[in-house]
């Protein structure tokens, strides 16, 4: 029972990020990016913290679940505020902002898928700066990955590309999945010795301070309607907040390559839900594109499960 709840966990975690992009696109019709991405984090950083800070008699049966060791809060200390500033920058400052303008100016399609690309970014950040080696039959799948990507961004106009809305678009979002994955690495680093859900809470938290902050400094209308203001909350709450409480349960209970592999099925739920709700029109390209890149993904979790 517990291995298909690792299964259901890493398919929630992905159909919730895959909702949050669409309501992203809809908030981002009437609101600045910044603001977007200064109040999800926010919101997801004040639900993190919130749950870290419970006593251990109230997290005990929560850390059970998710396999995680309980430690005294807080587990971070000031030599690793070095660590938590640069995840801050790029994870809840940069990354955010980037994607979410990348989505104002693409499809939701085209950027669930793009957002693949996070994980092949990790893995040659983790070979370049953590000693890791990409294997030789493991640079297929990485090619496969990273050339969906280019057909995607570029919709295979090689001969006349200009920096269109939608080509800008699409950049950015790459841009911001790369910033993702330096996040991603420096995440290794910091939770090797402190509590995974204290790191993203902490990140989130004052990411989005900071950010918001921004917003009102350069003078960013905060004018939310009731929907807005459910959508923003939803987004921080369940696409960040949530989400990584079920990814981190995945990780538990069926590992790294099963649960990364799972999650970019975030991609389908994404576009699943822009033909329904935002009413996108699917073309060959994504198609083809969004096939090669879940293989490359794919792939790259069958090497490491016969590895095994």
Known sequence: MAHHWGYMSA?????????????????????????VAGLIYLVSGVFLVTIRVQSSFKLKPLYGFLGLKHRAFPTLSLKDLKILLGMVLF??????????????????????FLSITENIFTIMLACLLLG?????????????????????????????????????????????CFLWSVDNTLSRVLSI??????????????????VTILCILLGIPFNLNLTQIIFLAFIGLFSIGVSLVFYISALHYIGAGRTSTIYATSAIFGTIFAVIILQEKIILTQIFSGILMLAGVYSLYKIGSSDK
Request: charged share 15%; glycine share 10%.
């Open 11 to 35: 398919l929630l975690a992905a159909l919730l990020f895959g909702v949050g992009s669409v309501l992203s696109k809809i908030l981002l019709n009437d609101l600045h990016p910044l603001l």
């Open 91 to 112: 994870g809840s400052v940069l990354a955010p902002f980037i994607f979410l303008y990348g989505l104002q100016l693409t499809t939701v399609i085209n950027a669930s």
């Open 132 to 176: 890791e080696r990409l294997r030789k039959k493991e640079i297929l799948p990485v090619i496969a990955t990273l050339s969906g990507a280019v057909f995607l961004a570029t919709n295979l106009e090689f001969t006349s590309l200009k920096l269109a809305e939608k080509l800008l678009g699409n950049l950015l979002v790459l841009i911001g």
């Open 193 to 210: 010795e402190g509590d995974v859900i204290e790191v993203a809470g902490f990140k989130s938290l004052i990411g989005g301070c900071l």
